[in-house]
């Protein structure tokens, strides 16, 4: 694992931006993972910022997203889809063809995460992963006891994820309770992996990360095995390393 600790918020996001935009100056149709949340929101600003600077080019890159609520329609705003419309995708010349995000209101969900694995099989693999992180260690929504075998599948949300997601909603109660989610492995199978992490709240779970044992209890710290990790953190979230 390389470790990156700089100063704040705003270095993390540019930071996190030059690797992405780097891998995409490199190989072109790169294929991104991509996460949702507060902490990769600032990296998306500074993504768009290089593409309307003309530094980087988006038209032959593939996406796929990381996880989505069950139940949630696209157009819902609490949806992943809309997020990803709205802070990312809209803003940048990407083919909307190459966008892949979990289905959320798909009857089939068996297929449906099957046909998601495959989708990433056939466009090549996942280049670079970025990842945020719970405070419970969280990667993807895969929960604390998680099987690392799983690949996308449907999960059901921690109290602590429900707790930490209801700021995004009017109350707790319409935080939805199951999400689809990319696996353990599926996350595992990615040539590079950036994890992100901000602020104090995340200082517990980024320790149990780095310098954990490699548990279920926490998912992330999985990624002590995998052979291209860099965790990049502001003070606070390296607070207890
Ligand atoms: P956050 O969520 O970026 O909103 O803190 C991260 C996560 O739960 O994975």
Not at 153 to 164: G, P, Y
Request: proline share 3%; net charge negative.
């Amino acid at each position: 694992m390389e470790l990156l600790v700089v100063k704040d918020y705003e270095e993390m996001s540019k930071k996190a931006a030059a690797i992405i935009a780097s891998q995409v100056i490199i190989k072109p149709n790169s294929v991104l993972g991509l996460a949702t949340g507060d902490t990769p929101l600032g990296m998306y600003k500074e993504l768009i910022k290089r593409y309307k600077e003309n530094e980087v080019d988006f038209s032959k890159v593939k996406t796929f997203n990381l996880d989505e609520y069950y139940g949630l329609t696209k157009d819902n705003i609490q949806s992943y889809h809309f997020y990803m419309m709205n802070n990312f995708f809209k803003f940048i010349n990407i083919d909307s063809n190459n966008v892949n995000i979990p289905n959320g209101t798909y009857n089939d969900i068996e297929e449906n995460c099957l046909n998601y694995e495959r989708k990433i099989k056939e466009s090549g693999g996942i280049d670079v992963q970025v990842l945020g992180i719970g405070v419970n260690g969280h990667i993807g929504f895969n929960e604390p006891n998680v099987n690392f075998e799983a690949q996308t599948h449907l999960v059901n949300l921690d109290e602590k994820t429900i707790k930490s997601n209801a700021r995004f909603f009017n109350s707790i109660d319409e935080v939805p309770k199951q999400a689809i989610s990319m696996g353990i492995k599926t996350i595992l199978q990615s040539r590079k992996i950036i994890l992100l992490a901000n602020g104090e709240a995340k200082a517990e779970a980024i320790y149990n990360t780095v310098k954990g044992k490699i548990s279920p209890e926490v998912p992330s710290s999985i990624l002590q095995l995998h052979q291209n990790v860099t965790i990049i953190l502001d003070e606070s979230a390296a607070k207890l390393l």
